[in-house]
């Protein structure tokens, strides 16, 4: 199915031709319906999932943030591969109305399809992966769900390298309660350390420099996040982990994604480090790592990080544990509590 938002579009002679499509036009008939809000549902990766009213006119506000920032105009077409249950995917279509864009309308999955250009796309980490050999067919690209891995930014540079494709792609920043994306981060051609918030978008940090957002046209209220930054200036900010997931180990706060990302520059495995409980330390630092694929030896690890600079000996992994699957919200993201459960049993 394509839409064509730059015309006048019949929503009651559309025929859906599977489950995907009946739910778009689901939601395509609340929105221009006569009530000013839509229902979203949260993805619960971060707390239980639930379901909340959001108005239409803050989601046309972001839509047109959005559009902006990436420049986008009239009759150009974008691809829509993400669930329409959640923000994410209703933002997509919420943009094409706001801009005026063509959309085609792909079944969501790992791997979609791709097979002309488009002005614009919006992917979890996941589908970029398994879609590495057809992103230059997208000129902006937009990543969000979960957080861009270092060895995947290096398999998109590697990819685009001598593709002599104009497409940019960026990290996002945001949830559910800032309609999607507050900010973004450049991560091709040029991979940008910082997020850049969009216009009309505030942000400062509490006394545990988690970062409070202040997006009127988005949400009335100051959101204040979990999440521990490192505040560049009144536009910048770099993310450096959630206040949930810090690891207190002998007294000294450990981020655990800070180190996450020095792992994966060297190991190719989904891994996760965690705070398990311990009578001496509090918490004792534990590398978790997914071994679903090709099993990797306790030597070829051990051998891996003893050669990489840890900021101290606490940040060292006490124990090294294998998994062959990691629990995940339907978004993609590792559910870091479950794994505790798992190794708690």
């Known amino acids: 199915m394509q839409l064509d938002f730059s015309k006048n579009i019949n929503i009651e002679s559309l025929f859906p031709e599977n489950e995907f499509e009946e739910k778009v036009i689901s939601f395509l008939q609340d929105w221009f319906s006569d009530f000013e809000t839509v229902s979203v549902q949260t993805s ?186 490192d505040l560049l200036n009144e536009k910048q900010f770099k993310f450096l982990g959630r206040f949930d997931n810090v690891i207190n180990s002998g007294g000294v706060k450990i981020f655990a994604e800070e180190l996450e990302n020095l792992i994966k520059k060297h190991i190719d495995r989904d891994l996760v480090f965690l705070g398990k409980p311990d009578e001496t330390l509090g918490e004792k630092l534990i590398l978790v790592i997914e071994d679903a694929s090709t099993p990797l030896s306790m030597t070829e690890i051990k051998s891996q990080i003893s050669n990489l600079k840890f900021p101290s000996k606490f940040h060292i992994p006490k124990e090294i544990l294998f998994l062959e699957k990691f629990p995940r919200a339907e978004n993609g993201k590792v559910l870091r509590k479950e794994i505790l459960k798992f190794l708690a049993n």
């Open 44 to 229: 619960g990766s971060t707390g239980i999932p639930k379901v909340f009213e959001i108005e239409k006119k803050r989601m046309l506000n972001s839509a047109k943030m959005t559009c902006d920032f990436l420049g986008l105009k009239e009759g150009d077409t974008a691809l829509l591969c993400l669930p329409v249950q959640y923000i994410s995917g209703k933002m997509m279509l919420v943009r094409a109305i706001e801009r005026k864009l063509k959309v085609i309308i792909s079944v969501p999955s790992s791997a979609p399809e791709i097979s002309e250009n488009v002005e614009f796309c919006a992917m979890t980490p996941l589908q970029v992966q398994n879609s590495l050999d057809k992103i230059h067919f997208i000129k902006n690209l937009i990543i969000g769900g979960a957080a861009v891995s270092e060895k995947l930014k290096n398999e998109i540079s590697t990819t685009l390298q001598f593709s002599n494709s104009p497409t940019r792609i960026y990290e996002t920043y945001g949830m559910s309660e800032t309609l999607s994306h507050i900010a973004l981060k450049q991560i091709s051609p040029i991979q940008e350390e910082y997020f850049t918030v969009l216009n009309d978008v505030e942000i400062s940090v509490d006394e545990r420099n988690c970062l409070k957002i202040f997006a009127p046209k988005l949400n009335p209220e100051i959101l204040q996040t979990n999440d521990i930054v």
